[in-house]
């Protein structure tokens, strides 16, 4: 059973216009969300996280929203651009109770965006 | 800055030989990991690492062997391929302050006829 959920395979949004990609997690012990982009051929890379002590973290274009009650979290981005057209991760992880807890990250399906020019 | 190293990028292996992913950082990590990426499955941890001489399975060990001889170097082994270990697999580290976030390679494709 998958703990972290991205029920959306995929997601074509206009330029100029706001991406909103949502994920749902099970685990209630899960305390640090994050996102990471990939595109083709390359390795996934860190876009943004947010700890569970919050319900909103902003870096640019990015910002990420954590609703603790639904377990769901979700990624705006504004406003989009062809360049950040790839797929989306998100992955959660657990309050860190060790070194090598802290690292194990629950991954999505993930959830390729596509952003029309 | 080299980063996360993985080789090779692509092996094509008959089902029951054995090879070795390689996988090196440069950034002085103490956490390294392996993950496997599936379609519609995303990243599953295979097997991971919190330092020199300690290795750990995740949810997916079956298959594959891991060790830590060094900070820098943390290869991946299939024992006997079969074609269920068709993936793109990824290594990663991470540093060891809280919310450090894992720096991934760029994927090694395997295929297993």
């Known amino acids: 059973d998958q703990q972290v959920k991205q029920n959306s395979p995929s997601l074509s949004v206009q330029e100029g216009r706001i991406s909103i990609l949502n994920c749902d997690y099970t685990n209630s012990m899960f305390d640090y969300f994050l996102w990471y982009k990939k595109y083709p051929a390359e390795g996934p890379t860190f876009l943004i996280s947010?700890?569970?002590?919050?319900d909103k973290n902003e870096d640019g274009r990015f910002t990420v929203f954590l609703n603790k009650s639904a377990k769901h979290l979700s990624l705006h981005i504004v406003p989009s651009q062809p360049g950040d057209s790839a797929v989306y991760f998100c992955?959660?992880?657990?309050?860190?109770?060790?070194?090598?807890?802290?690292?194990?990250?629950?991954f999505g399906s993930g959830t390729q965006l596509t952003v029309l020019p | 800055n080299a980063g996360v190293t993985q080789t090779p990028k692509f092996q094509v292996l008959k089902t029951g030989q054995s090879m070795t992913l390689q996988c090196a950082q440069d950034?002085?990590?103490?956490?390294m990991s392996w993950y496997r990426q599936d379609p519609g499955m995303g990243l599953r941890l295979i097997h991971y690492?919190?330092?020199?001489?300690?290795?750990d399975q995740g949810e997916v060990p079956n298959g594959y062997n891991v060790s830590r001889s060094t900070t820098e170097d943390f290869p991946l082994r299939l024992l006997s391929a079969a074609p269920s270990q068709t993936s793109v697999y990824f290594c990663?580290?991470?540093?060891?302050?809280?919310?450090?976030?894992?720096?991934f390679g760029e994927g090694s494709r395997l295929t297993v006829l």
């Open positions: 690492s919190v330092g020199a001489g300690i290795t």
């Open positions: 992955a959660a992880r657990p309050f860190v109770i060790s070194s090598g807890s802290a690292r194990q990250l629950t």
């Open positions: 950034m002085n990590h103490e956490y």
């Open positions: 990663a580290s991470s540093s060891p302050r809280v919310g450090g976030e894992l720096f």
């Open positions: 947010i700890s569970s002590i919050k």
